[in-house]
C-alpha cells in the first residue's frame, strides 16, 4: 500500500485552483473564439451583447454543469468504493445511471419532449427515483453489501433491456438517432435552465455523504469493527445509496450517460494521497469536475462532419484506466 504524496489539505488546493484555470480556459474555447479579456469583460456585464449572451448564456452553464456533473460522479464513485471496499466499484453499478436513461428514451420514444421541452429531464429523473425508491427498501429489509450490489445489477440489467426494446420500436430513423445521441452524453447547448433543474437533486446527494467520512474509516475495517466501533453500518449504507442515487440520476438526466468517471477518479486520488477512504471524497469531486470539463473541451475539436460525444471520451480514457486497475488490482492479491 503506497503511501501519500501530499496531503490531502494541499491536493485540494491545489485541485481548486486548476479546475479555477480549467473552468475560465473553456469560456474562451469553442466555434467562436474569444480573448481571456473578451470573457472578463462579459463575465462582468461590460461586452457588447452577442459576446456577453455566448459567454454567460451558453458556455458558463455548460461549464458549471460540466463541474457539477464530474464534482457528482467522483464524490459517488469514492463512496461507493469506500462502502464496498472495492476499487471497481463505480455509479452504475446500483443501476441508477441505466434507470435515468430508460425514462429519457421514453419521453423520446412517446414525442413527450415536442410537447413540454423539461419532459427529457422530468422523465430521467422519474426514472432514477424509481430506482432509487427499489434500492432504499433493499437497503433497509437487508443491509448485506453483497444484496445491495445484485440489486443494483439486476435493475441496471432490467433497464438496458427496456432501453434496447424501446429503440427497437422506434417509430422513425429520426427518433432513434435522437435516442443514440441523447445516450452518448453531452453538455453541448445546457442552459441555466438544465442548471435549475438538477441542482436541487445534486446538492441533496452532497448532503446525504457530509458525516460519512468516519464511517468509512471504520468500515474499510470490515462491517463487524464498524459496528462494534459504533457506527451504523445500515444508515451509512442508506445514505451513500440514496445520495449517489439521486445525484447521479440528475446528473444523467441533463448530461446524458457518462461513464468511468466515478470509477478511475478516486483510484486517481488514492495513489497520490493513500487509501483513506474519508480523504478521497472532496478531492475525488474536484479530480471529477476537471476530468469531465477538460473532457467536454476535447469535444470542441473538429472531427470531419461529426462531433465527439461527451459519453466516448470519457470511454475512451477510462477503459484503458479500467483495464490498468483491473490489473493492478490482480497483482496485487497473488
Not at 50 to 59: G, S, V
Not at 252 to 277: D, E, N, Q, S
Amino acid at each position: 500500500m503506497p503511501t501519500s504524496i501530499i496531503n490531502h489539505q494541499k491536493l485540494n488546493i491545489i485541485l481548486i485552483l486548476v479546475l479555477i484555470i480549467l473552468s475560465f480556459f473553456s469560456l474562451f474555447i469553442g466555434t467562436v473564439a474569444f480573448s481571456p479579456s473578451d470573457v472578463f469583460l462579459a463575465l462582468i456585464g461590460q461586452a457588447d451583447d452577442t459576446t456577453t449572451i455566448i459567454i454567460n448564456e451558453l458556455r458558463l452553464p455548460r461549464v458549471l454543469l460540466g463541474a457539477l456533473a464530474g464534482a457528482t460522479l467522483g464524490l459517488s464513485g469514492a463512496s461507493l468504493q469506500g462502502m464496498l471496499r472495492n476499487p471497481l466499484a463505480d455509479p452504475g453499478i446500483i443501476g441508477v445511471s441505466a434507470s435515468a436513461g430508460l425514462g429519457a428514451v421514453m419521453a423520446i420514444y412517446f414525442g413527450l419532449s415536442e410537447i413540454f421541452p423539461a419532459a427529457i429531464q422530468l422523465m430521467a429523473i422519474a426514472g432514477a427515483l424509481v430506482a432509487t425508491f427499489i434500492l432504499v427498501i433493499v437497503a433497509a429489509r437487508e443491509s448485506s453489501v453483497l444484496t445491495l450490489i445484485l440489486a443494483g445489477i439486476g435493475i441496471s440489467s432490467l433497464a438496458t433491456a427496456a432501453i434496447s426494446l424501446v429503440m427497437n420500436f422506434a417509430p422513425n430513423p429520426m427518433t432513434l438517432q435522437d435516442m443514440v445521441m441523447w445516450m452518448l452524453g453531452s453538455l453541448e447547448n445546457r442552459t441555466s435552465a438544465d442548471i435549475s433543474l438538477s441542482l436541487p437533486f445534486i446538492i441533496i446527494g452532497w448532503v446525504l455523504h457530509i458525516g460519512i467520512s468516519h464511517g468509512l474509516d471504520a468500515s474499510s475495517l470490515g462491517d463487524d469493527a464498524a459496528r462494534s466501533l459504533g457506527i451504523d453500518t445500515k444508515k451509512m449504507q442508506l445514505k451513500i445509496i440514496l445520495g449517489g442515487a439521486i445525484s447521479v440520476g440528475a446528473v444523467v438526466a441533463v448530461c446524458g450517460t457518462i461513464g468511468f468517471v466515478g470509477l478511475i477518479v478516486p483510484h486517481i486520488i488514492r495513489r497520490i494521497i493513500g487509501y483513506r477512504p474519508s480523504q478521497l471524497l472532496i478531492p475525488s469531486a474536484l479530480m471529477g469536475a476537471i476530468l469531465l470539463i477538460s473532457a467536454d473541451l476535447l469535444t470542441r475539436i473538429p472531427m470531419g462532419h461529426g462531433q465527439l460525444r461527451l459519453g466516448v471520451v470519457t470511454a475512451i480514457i477510462g477503459a484503458p484506466a479500467f483495464l490498468y486497475i483491473i490489473y493492478k488490482t490482480r497483482r496485487a492479491m497473488r
